[in-house]
């Protein structure tokens, strides 16, 4: 995830956005971490105050792309992450993308690297809005937890969701013969999940053994 690595001079990017996940963008071909901010996961489950797990990632990068996804940003460039990604705070229609997030309890404030958005997510959590309105680690402790793809973040979601060498996507519950030795690589796509049933609806099918 995050570390920055320098601050960058470069000019504006602008351009149409497709949504990658709730937290990082493409605007005009470009990569965009949006600047302040840090979503949930993709992939990261969360509970509902009743106990119910649920996919809280998918969940967000929905919910961005329906706010963003091909409309018109401008971002300003303040950083580079690790991963070469331009870190950056985003303008759609004069509206700071990264604020209105925060505010709709979609991402929040990642206070490690700023403290612009404090407030709003206070605001936001005070009001259960979005993810406040559930049970789940912070982005920062899940991806550290998943690094080694074998153990899960969250004990109730431990079915893993693989892609084997042919693009067969097989996931496999505990107990079955080659769970143990299954690692899960979120930049391949691969995913871990909550219930079989979440499982087979995103296309999963289960391993023979």
Known sequence: MLMFAG???????SGVVRVVDGDTLDVGGTRIRIFGIDAPERDQ???TLSGQNWGCGDWVTRQVRDLYEGRAA??????R???????????V????????LVRAGLAYAYRKYSLDYDLDEKAALVSDRGIHGFV???PARYRLTRIEGRVAADPNCRIKGNISASGE????TPGQAFYDRTGISAA???RWFCSEAQARASGWRPARR
């Open 7 to 13: 601050a960058v001079q470069a000019a504006d990017v």
């Open 45 to 47: 489950p969360c509970t």
């Open 74 to 79: 401008r971002c300003t460039p303040l950083d």
């Open 81 to 91: 992450d690790r991963y070469g990604r331009i870190v950056a705070r985003c303008f």
């Open 93 to 100: 229609a004069d509206e700071d993308v990264g604020q209105a």
């Open 136 to 138: 789940l680690q912070s």
């Open 169 to 172: 996507r097989i996931y496999h």
């Open 188 to 190: 391949r796509g691969e």
